[in-house]
């Protein structure tokens, strides 16, 4: 059985074995950047020779569902909250078979615990539709329906289609050709132009009623918990807010674009500071760490 620590960072291996764990699961991974030497100092080689698994989950959480910057957006109470920077590589399939009714439904329940069928905030979205399948089985088969070799059938069916993160089409079909009653189970997947919705690189929501700057800066220090806060801008009425977890003062450039009064991220260089203040779009840094710390207990309640 695995004992898991969480962090932001990569554990010490000393800590993670007192803490009587052998798994760190982290979000900045270890090594960061490419090494010019490996030694019994570096981290990964402390980590190996202790027996100490670690599995980091770097920018994909910062752009997946339920990740750093969704964590941070929903500790500040946004609404209506959507990606600051849509992931154009994060395409949606349409997955379609052909079933009998009496399965449909266990045909359509594998397919949405495997990730089919999510629209939104909905989940088991389908559609089916009656129609009729002909198929006429060669030598050595052994079809569903019983229907002799050679012999022309005929087969009431229903037509389930649901949508699929493109990532997740393998398992779909995998998990559907489980439980399908066809010998040979036939399927589309349909290649869409259209985007996941809930995937993308920062967030971007409303404040349930306006605030002052001052009153702005007052919930991240509360709510984050932070030591310290920055801010680089005008002051403002603030409604909408968008916000990069980190280091990710770049981004200020996204939040004007989106209509953001403020820009939220974890720590910013001083250029992007006097960049975002000349172009009126209002810049606040909390802290590297108060910006994803957030995102530690949504991993808890995931795993």
Known sequence: D???IL?????HPEITRSAGCNLNVCHHPAPF????HIDSDTLPVRLWGSGIDLFAAHTNLDVAPGGVNDALAALLGLENVRPLLP????RLVKFVTFVPANHLDTVREAAAVAGAGHIGRYGDCS???PGTGTFRPGPATNPFTGTPVGKLEKAAEQRLEMVVP????????AAVREVHPYEEMAYDLVFLANLDPTVGLGRIGNLPAPVTLSAFCELVHQRLECARISSAGPEREVRTVAVVGGSAGEYHVAARNAGADVFLTGEASHHHGLEARDSGMTLVTAGHLATERPVLSAIKSFI
Request: negative net charge; aromatic residues 4%; contains cysteine.
């Open 2 to 4: 695995a004992r898991v």
């Open 7 to 11: 962090s932001l960072d990569p554990v």
């Open 33 to 36: 950047r490419s090494l010019s």
């Open 87 to 90: 992931c154009t590589s994060a």
């Open 127 to 129: 559609f089916s539709h």
């Open 166 to 173: 493109a990532h997740l089409s393998d398992d779909v079909v």
